[in-house]
């Protein structure tokens, strides 16, 4: 008995001091890698405080979750680097009455960002297994204002469209067609286009009108490809 | 020694020498299919780099194996048949992820590995060269089977590529040499080591087997096609070995490939099936024949000009490399029943062929571009060239050049129009769109030089999020009908005559290259010090200098190099990775191969000294003149033979051959005789340099054989005379210091190593010319030295 207790105070211990230092790196991320490089938006910077990125990488691979580095995070997908969450969270310009559409769950860590900014987050993930695994990290960390689908994302959620944003956080090599079409009038979709594992260009395509929109270049990025159909 | 024993010697040189070539060959299919085309130069230099090792190694032990030579040459044919397999599979098992090299330091250290255990079978084979030449038996001999060797493992790989897959090939290669390594033990009476040769082949035996059982020869998981085949029910329908590459055809759920599509489309795309060569997408087929379905042809950048011919069928269309059966249906869905397609890979050829096999209206020729170009007397209202070349064809030469796009090809191109035909070219706009720009400023070169009148009014460029599309049309194409057509497709005008300012940028935000600025500044009289001072290589491409795919300037390259490290992948850095790997084979170069050879140099007495840094300049000056003469003529003979790899292979074969006569020959001539041949040789150098520009200008629409016999008759003349220097100098050093011999064999191996990627580099940066000459100053020089 006396060990278990022992244990259980090491427990508490460890996820107290590990919690905090959790807390530093995090703070250090912001301040170095992501307001280091120009993001100004406070309150995006200010979920990146509150969200434990730690929390959306695999347990072998923790120590790293801080790094200024992509991480794989297993079925051939990846979580981005830090800056690159949030310079395309900053991108959407996110307020409190938004409704946005994720395609590509992947780890949870944009949609989980995008919670503590917006009204609503539908995402969209391909890969079973993945969705489920955020799935529950949603749950554990009670963010409740995001919606999961298990789809082939290149058709986007036509039941909740239009949305004022759609984030992209896979590559694809062209802008699929149903994503411009559930797109609000003024919104808009921030996207890598490109082919998988080479350089992409992150696209930011504003609507103008139903039958005009606008692209600008923002950045070049290298994101794992869009995967089709359901797995 | 008796003559058998010589016997077994020329045999074990002429089969090393046929196995390390096809090694080499073989390699830069493997490297190929698992990281890129860039790698290329890489295998070549490593190869040349064991052969200077080979010399360094043998200069400090030769005192002690001089006693027992037969002994040691075969200890070291033992060590080449064991390191073959093992490092070959070491390479394989020891994964390297080179996407990775940026920003993973472990990655850099992984690719140190994969070279240096991949020098190992170069070293010990060259090991076996250089001991050759210590042997009592005549140096021009040891070079002719050296050589011939060479030639021969030059050809049969390219010949197994037809039938085999790259790691069988090697395979039937290396147990090649094990069988006549057998035969040549049994001859020279060595039965007691058979025991060393069975667990050799036993050892190999292993490692092949796991090879082949852990599928180590597998793509890189970041090519294209692991991508496709992640996708759910994908499947391979076709597989094919060639020697331009493995073509694969796979289909899966969802598998789609669109460029240039524009943003207003909203209709869906149908599945397709999609074409990779050595896991690069290069092509799509569709199944559809919907016209529904097909409807997104008619929204892509390349789909502009067919607007201006649109539904009228006596029209005809000329489809230059399609890769696949987009273009040709988008023909289709636009109403033209006059479609001639020429594609240059006959086994892609061949399936567009199936697909379309009941269409009458459309005409698939498998033949080069610039040979149809010559012969055509037909004229096309449209040439098209879509997206050609994304994809690397060569086998050997990882900076493709590419000679459709060149002043020269347009030419051709513009001269099979029809009185108001178009030609429409669509290139990558993708950052920094040097790409666009490039096609740009050679189409501006072509009206320049060839006196297209008011060419200015003839040009229409627009793009997309990620082509552009540029147009040069005989007449002045309708002002009206492209400003509607932009706005209906969404595409954005980067030039027209009547372009006005508030036009520009509308669907896309002003690239930081690819913009009205710099279009106009190519359009104006500052063209040319325009061209010098922008900071990429804009310059437009010629036939000299085929470069289409180099970005890269000297001047700039620092500039570039960091800014590239933002925004392109290490094997896409072009001939960055040239100068990455000069840089790199220089210092392994002059560590592992100069330093070593200085120090015993040191060791040697005053008045041996002078002779051997004599010695040193003439091997170090033939080693480089001999590769800058056989890269650029392997890369200038390509548009003249058609296809790089017969350029390569025939090149290679032929300059190895003749080579290996001419220095047998040599030893039967008198000195004096030797003098006068060889003083020749630059001027032989230079002759052919022009008969080779000749011979692209009026013979290009000759038969192949007729080709191969005029490269042959070219080539002949040179390569005798550059089989005379190493065997003629070896037979000197030989009688005078024989301690010299490892040394010159090394510090030849080094040149080889340098003048190999410096040849492909100066060929990109001064054009092939520059380079041919050079080797005639280069010959010049070492002759002077020695007569």
Sequence with gaps: MKVKKILAILLIFKTFVFADEYKILRQQMVKFQIEGRGIKNTNVLNAFIEVPRHYFVPDNIKNLAYEDRPLPIGYGQTISQPYIVALMTELIKPEPNMKVLEIGTGSGYQAAILSRLVKEVYTVEIISNLLKTAQTKFKELNYTNIYTKWDDGYYGWKENAPYDAIVVTCATEFVPPPLIKQLKVGGVIVIPVGPPFRVQELLLVKKIDKKTVKTSIVEKVIFVGMTREKR | ?787
């Design chain 2, 1 to 787: 020694m008796n003559d058998r024993s010589h016997f077994t010697v020329y045999s074990v040189i002429f089969f090393t020498s046929f196995t390390i070539i096809s090694m080499e060959i073989l390699l830069v299919r493997i490297f190929s299919i698992k990281e890129g085309q860039s790698y290329a130069p890489l295998i070549i230099s490593l190869a040349l780099l064991g052969y200077g090792i080979s010399g360094v190694i043998l200069g400090y032990i030769r005192n002690k194996i001089e006693k027992n030579l037969l002994e040691f040459f075969i200890a070291e044919t033992f060590l080449f048949t064991l390191s073959i397999p093992l490092s070959f599979f070491l390479y394989l098992a020891v994964p390297l992820n080179t996407l990775e090299i940026i920003w993973d330091v472990k990655q850099i250290f992984l690719f140190l590995f994969h070279f240096l255990i991949l020098v190992i079978p170069f070293t010990t084979g060259s090991l076996i060269l250089a001991t050759g030449f210590l042997f009592k038996l005549k140096s021009s001999n040891i070079y002719f089977f050296n050589m011939a060797g060479s030639a021969s493992g030059a050809i049969l790989p390219l010949i197994l590529l037809h039938f085999l897959s790259p790691f069988w090939a090697l395979t039937v290669i290396y147990f090649t040499f094990i069988s006549i390594f057998f035969l040549c033990l049994l001859i020279w009476e060595k039965k007691r080591v058979f025991s060393f040769l069975l667990i050799t082949v036993f050892l190999s035996l292993i490692c092949y087997w796991l090879t082949e059982k852990l599928n180590l020869i597998s793509y890189s998981p970041y090519k294209a096609i692991s991508y496709a085949l992640n996708l759910p029910e994908a499947k391979i329908l076709l597989t094919k070995d060639t020697p331009y590459g493995k073509i694969e055809l796979v289909t899966a759920k969802g598998l789609r490939k669109v460029n240039g599509l524009s943003f207003i489309f909203t209709g869906d795309i149908p599945q397709q099936k999609l074409l990779y060569i050595d896991g690069n997408h290069c092509g799509t087929l569709l199944s559809s024949k919907d016209k529904k379905e097909l409807e997104y042809l008619k929204w892509q950048s390349c789909s502009f000009p067919f607007y201006f011919i649109e539904n009228q069928s006596e029209r005809k269309i000329l489809l230059i490399n399609p890769s696949g059966s987009e273009s040709i249906l988008r023909g289709i869905i636009f109403g033209i029943s006059n479609i001639t397609v020429i594609e240059e890979n006959k086994y892609i050829a061949s399936l567009i062929e199936r697909e379309f096999s009941n269409n009458n209206s459309i005409k698939i020729i498998n033949t080069e571009a610039r040979k149809f170009f010559k012969t055509s007397i037909d004229k096309f209202d449209l040439i098209d060239v879509s997206l050609y070349d994304s994809y690397a064809t060569s086998p050997i030469l990882s900076l493709n050049e590419n000679y459709l796009y060149t002043v020269e090809s347009l030419y051709e191109m513009y001269n099979l129009l029809s009185s108001d035909g178009i030609i429409s070219l669509t290139r990558w706009a993708i950052y920094p769109g040097i790409d666009a720009i490039k096609i740009f400023s050679s189409i501006i070169e072509m009206c320049e030089r060839y006196g297209i009148p008011e060419y200015w009014e003839k040009i229409l460029f627009i793009r997309s999020h990620n082509t552009v599309t540029l147009c040069l049309s005989k007449t002045n194409l309708p002002k009206e009908n492209i400003i509607s057509l932009t706005r209906k497709l969404g595409f954005d005008i980067l030039y027209h005559y009547t372009l006005k300012k508030e036009m520009l940028n509308q669907y896309f935000e002003e690239s930081e290259y690819l913009n009205f600025n710099t279009i106009t500044n190519i359009l104006s009289e500052k063209r040319i010090p325009y061209i010098k001072d922008f900071p990429f290589d804009i310059k437009p491409t010629t036939d000299n200098r085929p470069y289409y795919h180099n970005i890269f300037k000297i001047k700039t390259l620092k500039d570039i190099l960091s800014r590239s490290l933002q925004f392109l992948p290490f094997n896409e850095w072009g001939s960055g990775i040239l100068i990455i790997l000069v840089t790199f084979t220089l210092l392994s170069g002059f560590i592992l191969i100069l330093l070593p050879s200085l120090f015993l140099v040191s060791k040697e007495k005053a008045t041996g000294c002078i002779k051997l840094l004599k010695s040193f300049l003439y091997f170090f000056l033939i080693g480089n003149a001999y590769f800058f003469v056989e890269i650029p003529l392997i890369q200038k003979l390509i548009l003249f033979l058609g296809r790089p790899i017969y350029s390569f292979s025939i090149v290679l074969f032929s300059m190895l051959l003749f080579s290996s006569i001419g220095s047998l020959i040599s030893s039967k001539i008198k000195e004096k005789y030797q003098k006068i041949l060889l003083s020749l040789l630059p001027l032989i150098l230079l002759i052919s340099l022009f008969t080779v520009n000749y011979l692209n200008k009026i013979l290009l629409s000759a038969s192949m054989l007729s080709k191969v016999l005029i490269t042959l008759l070219l080539i002949a003349p040179q390569a005798f005379l550059m089989g005379f220097p190493f065997p003629i100098m070896i037979d000197r050093i030989k009688k005078q210091h024989p301690s010299f011999i490892p040394l010159m064999w090394g510090i030849n191996g080094f040149a080889s190593v340098i003048s190999s990627i410096l040849a492909a580099l100066l060929s990109i940066l001064c054009g092939f010319n520059i380079v041919l000459i050079l080797s005639a100053i280069l010959y010049t020089l070492a002759t002077s030295l020695v007569f």
